[in-house]
């Protein structure tokens, strides 16, 4: 069965620095979406994206963060001047193929981000 | 707006009894509704949906929701736990199933005792 795949599992970056998240989407998904999982607490919507623009983002999805398909098959997200509190579990996920009502969204196994 | 409550932050249950995972929305139109599975360390895996046709939805493992509208519910359930269902369990609301975020609940962890 096809799978979405996010690259790195793991990720340890020094605060103020830059950070880029890599998520492989399923090939004939249209829409794709990026959520994070602070330890211990629910999951997040952060942003979706369609038709190379995003569609929705939320409050948490400031200035400071970015997406990007930069290829047909790469969805990236950036974050720009890592901070503490982006420490988290981030998710990607994708859905929308042929006949797209009713599809739900799946979810890669995401990348922890540990911010030092 | 949408919301999804889950009642009972944890759960423990006997291996061979029933699990009964609760789950309430909010929606001033109708949902989409879901149930994830999250195993330790690991991603997110769809268990089942309601796209508003059958109301009793079966997933996969032995496990299946109804769709209450009376009680804006919708629970999860399975008849005889295994060891193998510790995890958390997420319920989730979408208005659409395509281009349009998921809101999740907070999560039950469930535990099984032998």
């Known amino acids: 069965e096809p799978e979405v795949t996010q690259t790195p599992s793991h990720q340890v970056t020094q605060m103020g620095q830059e950070v880029i998240l890599r998520c492989v989407p399923i090939s004939n998904h249209l829409y794709f979406y990026w959520y994070r999982q602070i330890l211990g607490q629910k999951v997040e919507f952060l942003v979706s994206f369609y038709n190379n623009e995003i569609s929705e983002k939320s409050e948490i999805f400031d200035d400071q963060f970015s997406v990007e398909r930069p290829d047909g098959s790469n969805f990236t997200l950036k974050i720009r001047s890592t901070k503490l509190e982006d420490s988290a579990m981030y998710f990607c996920?994708?859905?929308?193929?042929?006949?797209?009502?009713?599809?739900?969204?799946?979810f890669g196994d995401g990348t922890r981000l540990s911010i030092l | 707006a949408q919301s999804v409550t889950q009642l009972g932050s944890h759960v423990s249950v006997s291996e061979g009894a029933l699990v009964l995972l609760r789950c309430n929305y909010s929606?001033?139109?109708?949902?989409?509704l879901f149930w994830y599975v999250q195993y330790p360390n690991q991603g997110l895996q769809l268990l089942l949906k309601?796209?508003?046709?059958?109301?009793l939805v079966k997933g996969i493992n032995g496990f299946e929701a109804e769709f209450k509208k009376s009680e804006t519910s919708f629970h999860l359930t399975k008849p005889s736990a295994h060891m193998s269902d510790a995890a958390e369990y997420f319920c989730a609301v979408s208005l659409y199933s395509s281009a349009s975020k998921i809101i999740f609940g907070s999560g039950t962890r469930l535990s099984i005792r032998p």
């Open positions: 309601y796209t508003s046709a059958a109301t």
């Open positions: 929606s001033s139109v109708p949902p989409y």
């Open positions: 996920a994708s859905n929308g193929g042929q006949g797209a009502q009713g599809q739900p969204q799946h």
